[in-house]
């Protein structure tokens, strides 16, 4: 597991517990679920397995759209799994964590795909072992991913962001000329930025 996942979800241990709420999926395979937040907090997303778009808007609420998948050798696993897999959403009105409960699964295989719509100017951090795909786009506030695997697409992210992701592909796509630092560390991963015809910035890069 990578460092900075560690640090997402020991953070999310000093929440008060009066504060956590974790929803099941019954009955159905599908949560929607709409969070109070200042417009300068923070909306922390832990996913082990699945894709999470975090899209930025006006306004001061979250809006969660989570979508669960699970293939399972039996029904008895698949019924493990479902009891099994459940959301926690925690924190108050300054710092949300929206996470996802997944303990060890017996012949099943699980994974949770997240549409989540922020105010823009909030802080953005997501943990993930495996995504499809993580897009983050039209946020101004600051952005911090850590992943393990899949790809990452910054789309019209204008404030400054801290990418560490060990395989996959990273996307920078700049709708307006840069005005924030982007920090990328990969160890296997192809990155593409684009920018406008017009962008001035400074491209310093560092392999092993």
Do not use: C
Not at 18 to 43: K, M
Not at 72 to 91: N, R, Y
Not at 126 to 144: D, E, F, L, N
């Amino acid at each position: 597991m990578k460092p900075g996942l560690r640090i997402l979800i020991a953070a999310a241990a000093l929440l008060p517990a009066t504060q956590l709420l974790a929803t099941t999926f019954q009955p159905s395979n599908r949560i929607v679920r709409q969070l109070t937040i200042e417009p300068t907090g923070s909306v922390w997303i832990d996913n082990q397995f699945g894709s999470i778009d975090v899209i930025g808007g006006e306004g001061t609420l979250i809006t969660v759209t989570a979508e669960r998948s699970i293939v399972a050798s039996d029904a008895t696993a698949l019924k493990e799994a479902s009891d099994a897999v459940a959301i926690s959403f925690e924190g108050d009105s300054k710092v949300r964590l929206i996470r996802t409960l997944m303990p060890a699964l017996r012949n099943a295989h699980a994974t949770i795909d997240y549409t989540i719509s922020v105010p823009k100017n909030v802080a953005v951090k997501i943990g993930s072992k495996s995504a499809g795909h993580i897009r983050v786009a039209h946020i101004t506030g600051s952005v911090t991913i850590n992943g393990f695997a899949g790809t990452v697409i910054m789309e019209d992210v204008r404030g400054a962001s801290a990418l560490n992701i060990v395989n996959g592909r990273v996307i920078y796509d700049y709708q307006q000329n840069p005005i924030a630092k982007a920090d990328v560390q990969a160890v296997n991963a192809d990155i593409d930025v684009y920018v406008p015809a017009s962008a001035k910035f400074d491209w310093i890069a560092d392999t092993i």
